[in-house]
């Protein structure tokens, strides 16, 4: 275990912080004979160290958790509380930036969400009208890229943030400190809450709704958290009935990626990089080019690509066969072409 003691000193020598998370690629004696998989978290990795971590030849890590993405909806410089609009331009340029850095170099993993982030589909997405689609769109726009992807609890049905109303809902030590402070520091109450409903840890850690009975099915005593109020809509149980539920959604998903190479080795080129509401990449491998396009907004959005495309997968009804010159993306719709 030396190299995995000298990794970890290197990482705290230069600020980032390296958790080993879980575990399944390493057959060796260090680990008992054991086949496992290793995970860093590495806050503030760049591209440079992050393709050192990864790189199979140095037997590091498997891959790594880097949180570039996730930080663009905050003031640069400032705490996470600092918000500020997504820009879909700097979301695309992040992630098309690590596609290539790592391309035969290392393995990225590919997320929204974590027990440290709130709900994505009410961070980028639309929790409401178009909380199905907009949830739908933002795990193709995901898993069509290279890398591994990540599904945290609740994420494969819809969940969303916590409807707060005051600092009395708010269990996570980070946020109660954040009041605190923020209050002595003069912060208007309107634009702390603001703050906190949008980023506190919380959201993440309510308790998961499995089905409309008491305490969302997950306890009958009191939860950490309290339970979202729209569990008895949103739930397991339901999603399991509804054959056009997020939920089954994602089994698709995961089975292209499962019965496809491409999503695994096909290489990666992002387009229309300068659009404000598209963001559609290309991947191909072998002769097979598959185009995944999503809409991030909830007007439609034109977009072109040249020849036409079968679709694989879509979360809106459209014909199986489409010319995709000039295309009109319904709001939030994401479909995966195969170009033909």
């Not at 005051?166 to 309107?190: A, L, T």
């Not at 729209?230 to 939920?247: G, H, M, P």
């Not at 079968?310 to 995709?324: D, G, M, P």
Request: proline share 4%; charged share 30%; with cysteine.
């Amino acid at each position: 275990m030396e190299d995995m003691k000298t990794l970890i000193r290197e990482c705290e020598n230069c600020g980032i912080r390296i958790i080993m998370d879980l575990v399944v690629n390493h057959t060796s004696d260090e680990f008992g004979g054991k086949d496992l998989m290793t995970v860093g978290e590495c806050w503030g990795a760049d591209i440079e160290n992050g393709s050192l971590y990864s790189d199979p030849e140095r037997k590091e890590l498997d891959m790594i958790f880097q949180f570039e993405q996730m930080l663009l909806d905050q003031v640069p410089g400032e705490q996470k509380w600092d918000l500020k609009p997504l820009e879909l331009k700097q979301l695309k340029q992040a992630f098309a930036k690590w596609q290539k850095a790592l391309e035969g170099k290392g393995w990225n993993s590919l997320f929204w969400n974590s027990h440290d982030l709130p709900r994505i589909v009410s961070r980028w997405g639309n929790d409401k009208e178009y909380r199905v689609e907009s949830a739908k769109m933002l795990a193709t726009v995901l898993h069509g890229m290279k890398g591994t992807p990540y599904i945290y609890q609740g994420e494969e049905i819809g969940m969303t943030n916590y409807p707060f109303s005051g600092i009395e809902d708010f269990f996570d030590v980070e946020s109660v400190n954040m009041y605190r402070e923020r209050k002595q520091m003069g912060y208007p109450e309107e634009e702390i809450m603001k703050s906190l409903c949008a980023k506190s840890r919380d959201n993440a850690r309510t308790p998961m709704q499995w089905d409309n009975g008491p305490g969302a099915g997950f306890t009958e005593g009191t939860p950490w958290c309290r339970v979202n109020p729209n569990y008895t809509k949103i739930n397991a149980e339901e999603a399991l009935k509804d054959q056009n539920s997020v939920f089954y959604y994602y089994k698709k998903l995961i089975r292209l990626r499962k019965e496809e190479p491409i999503l695994i080795y096909g290489t990666f080129e992002l387009l229309c990089p300068e659009d404000e509401h598209v963001f559609a990449y290309v991947r191909e491998w072998k002769g097979k080019k598959w185009l995944v396009a999503g809409n991030f907004c909830e007007k439609s959005a034109r977009f072109d690509y040249p020849g036409k495309g079968r679709v694989l997968l879509s979360n809106y009804e459209q014909e199986s066969e489409t010319r995709l010159e000039q295309m009109k993306l319904r709001p939030y719709e994401a479909a995966i072409y195969e170009i033909i």
